[in-house]
């Protein structure tokens, strides 16, 4: 739909990588085109004055054309008012990029999702919440259609605060006679809240991580995130 | 390339493109250039490589490369000791040395932490790194990884893994360049510069 000329784009790099001599490959995640790759020549050229730009969490606006496959980019933009990412903040980035690099297809619109994104960026300069973590996972599901059932189970019947449910991917919320063991048992007062984004409370968010992660490591069919690797890591310094 | 190449010039391309930035077309000129108008260079190059690859190592204490076990300047007893400056390459470590205005010693990361390029720590070996710096005389560590992302990953990382160990850690800092007019500087560095403004000392 975009073979032509786009120009004046928001965007985000999500990643960068070597091409042929001198370019570079853009992963970028636009708002009107979704996630496109383009080429930038010669953006590997000392000194090229685009390098600098081609930065990821940094909101920019990039221009591009193309005929084919190839989506050239012709300028890039730099917008302005996102401090930069530093230390933990910055990890918690490379894991949206690297869920947005393994779970959004190419060149499908997602508005909604790009405005989560650029949210939870400028959320993560004043400090990592978990539950901003836990809102764009929200977001990311539910915008691109893997459904999540918070209020209502499997059965359609709606979800009881003082219920035990066991999680099924595809499916929804199982009500349970007690609580279970398996690590897609959840209240139904942390599906509750998790649907209205309260997070005040930390068993309750410790809960909604747990769906989280379980959800995540089957949509990324058992593939282990670098970022997952590295946060362990951390924690054990 | 469908045209058919004796084997060893074939393979002479192919060898070429694994420097960085040279594909199949540079990996073609540059080995006609070696075999008709060069072939002494050539000859040169082919001895220089072989000799790097024998005589050369990292160094122990630094990690950068070396013919000795150890250094020269490692050995050095004009280097202070007590400060260590944490680099991502030897190219950095020389861009270092030029400044003049650091006479500590250093440790050559030779890469970075790039999550989405499949660098963690791990690959970076840094059981090295904390051996050097219980040394018993290191004192503070500089961190001096590049200002990009990843270069900043790295530091963070590297902070987290110091200062559980108690060890003093720094950053350098970034801003204007020196001599630099705000009319010329990039809106991203000068947007920094004023996020990390600091107080005028009296
Ligand atoms: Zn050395």
Same mark, same amino acid.
């Given at each position: 739909?975009?073979? /032509?000329?786009?120009?004046?784009?928001?965007?985000?790099?999500?990643?960068?990588?070597?091409?042929?001599?001198?370019?570079?490959?853009? &992963?970028?995640?636009?708002?009107?085109?979704?996630?496109?790759?383009?080429?930038?020549?010669?953006?590997?050229?000392?000194?090229?004055? @685009?390098?600098?730009?081609?930065?990821?969490?940094?909101?920019?606006?990039?221009?591009?054309?193309?005929? /084919?496959?190839?989506?050239?980019?012709?300028?890039?933009?730099?917008?302005?008012?996102?401090?930069?990412? /530093?230390?933990?903040?910055?990890?918690? /980035?490379?894991?949206?990029?690297?869920?947005?690099?393994?779970?959004?297809?190419?060149?499908?619109?997602? &508005?909604?999702?790009?405005?989560?994104?650029?949210?939870?960026?400028?959320?993560?300069?004043?400090?990592?919440?978990?539950?901003?973590?836990?809102?764009?996972?929200?977001?990311?599901?539910?915008?691109?259609?893997?459904?999540?059932?918070?209020?209502?189970?499997?059965?359609?019947?709606?979800?009881?605060?003082?219920?035990?449910?066991?999680?099924? @991917?595809?499916?929804?919320?199982?009500?349970?006679?007690?609580?279970?063991?398996?690590?897609?048992?959840?209240?139904?007062?942390?599906?509750?809240?998790?649907?209205?984004?309260?997070?005040?409370?930390?068993?309750?968010?410790?809960?909604?991580?747990?769906?989280?992660?379980?959800?995540?490591?089957?949509?990324?069919?058992?593939?282990?995130?670098?970022?997952?690797?590295?946060?362990?890591?951390?924690?054990?310094? | #390339?469908?045209?058919?190449?004796?084997?060893?010039?074939?393979?002479?391309?192919?060898?070429?493109?694994?420097?960085?930035?040279?594909?199949?077309?540079?990996?073609?000129?540059?080995?006609?250039?070696?075999?008709?108008?060069?072939?002494?260079?050539?000859?040169?190059?082919?001895?220089?490589?072989?000799?790097?690859?024998t005589a050369l190592r990292h160094c122990a204490r630094c990690n950068t490369f070396t013919?000795?076990?150890?250094?020269?300047?490692?050995l050095s007893p004009k280097r202070d000791g007590k400060t260590l400056c944490v680099v991502?390459?030897?190219?950095? #470590?020389? #861009?270092? +040395?030029?400044?003049?205005?650091?006479?500590?010693?250093?440790?050559?990361? #030779?890469?970075?932490?790039?999550?989405?390029?499949?660098?963690?720590?791990?690959?970076?070996?840094?059981?090295?790194?904390?051996?050097?710096?219980?040394?018993?005389?290191?004192?503070?560590?500089?961190?001096?990884?590049?200002?990009?992302?990843?270069?900043?990953?790295?530091?963070?990382?590297?902070?987290?893994?110091?200062?559980?160990?108690?060890?003093?850690?720094?950053?350098?800092?970034?801003?204007?360049?020196?001599?630099?007019?705000?009319?010329?500087?990039?809106?991203?560095?000068?947007?920094?510069?004023?996020? +990390?403004?600091?107080?005028?000392?009296?």
């Amino acid at each position: 739909m975009h073979r /032509g000329k786009v120009d004046g784009q928001p965007a985000y790099i999500l990643h960068t990588y070597p091409f042929r001599e001198t370019s570079l490959i853009v &992963e970028a995640f636009s708002r009107d085109f979704g996630r496109v790759a383009l080429v930038a020549r010669g953006a590997r050229r000392p000194r090229s004055p @685009i390098r600098g730009l081609l930065m990821a969490f940094q909101p920019v606006e990039l221009a591009w054309s193309g005929k /084919g496959e190839v989506l050239t980019l012709m300028k890039a933009e730099w917008v302005g008012g996102q401090p930069l990412l /530093g230390g933990h903040a910055l990890f918690c /980035g490379y894991y949206l990029n690297e869920l947005l690099l393994n779970l959004l297809p190419r060149e499908d619109a997602h &508005e909604r999702l790009f405005l989560a994104y650029a949210q939870t960026l400028r959320r993560f300069a004043e400090g990592v919440q978990e539950a901003d973590l836990r809102r764009f996972e929200k977001a990311l599901l539910q915008e691109l259609g893997y459904g999540l059932w918070l209020t209502e189970d499997a059965d359609g019947k709606p979800v009881a605060e003082e219920g035990w449910y066991a999680y099924e @991917i595809e499916r929804g919320p199982v009500r349970l006679a007690r609580q279970g063991q398996s690590p897609l048992c959840i209240s139904g007062r942390a599906l509750l809240a998790l649907a209205r984004d309260d997070f005040a409370e930390p068993r309750l968010l410790a809960e909604a991580k747990q769906l989280m992660r379980a959800l995540m490591a089957h949509y990324l069919g058992g593939e282990t995130l670098e970022t997952r690797r590295i946060f362990k890591e951390l924690q054990e310094l | #390339m469908s045209v058919h190449n004796p084997g060893s010039l074939d393979a002479l391309i192919d060898a070429l493109k694994c420097l960085p930035g040279v594909g199949p077309k540079s990996a073609q000129r540059m080995a006609y250039h070696l075999l008709q108008r060069d072939r002494k260079g050539a000859q040169k190059l082919g001895e220089a490589l072989l000799n790097a690859l024998t005589a050369l190592r990292h160094c122990a204490r630094c990690n950068t490369f070396t013919e000795a076990e150890v250094c020269e300047r490692c050995l050095s007893p004009k280097r202070d000791g007590k400060t260590l400056c944490v680099v991502e390459t030897p190219v950095d #470590m020389n #861009m270092m +040395e030029q400044t003049l205005a650091f006479n500590g010693l250093y440790y050559v990361l #030779m890469g970075r932490i790039s999550p989405l390029d499949g660098q963690g720590p791990t690959q970076l070996g840094l059981d090295k790194l904390l051996q050097r710096v219980d040394d018993g005389v290191v004192e503070e560590v500089i961190l001096a990884t590049n200002y990009t992302n990843e270069g900043e990953a790295t530091a963070h990382y590297l902070s987290e893994l110091l200062k559980a160990r108690g060890i003093k850690v720094s950053r350098i800092a970034r801003g204007i360049p020196v001599g630099g007019e705000l009319e010329y500087v990039d809106p991203g560095t000068l947007a920094q510069a004023l996020r +990390e403004r600091r107080g005028v000392e009296r």
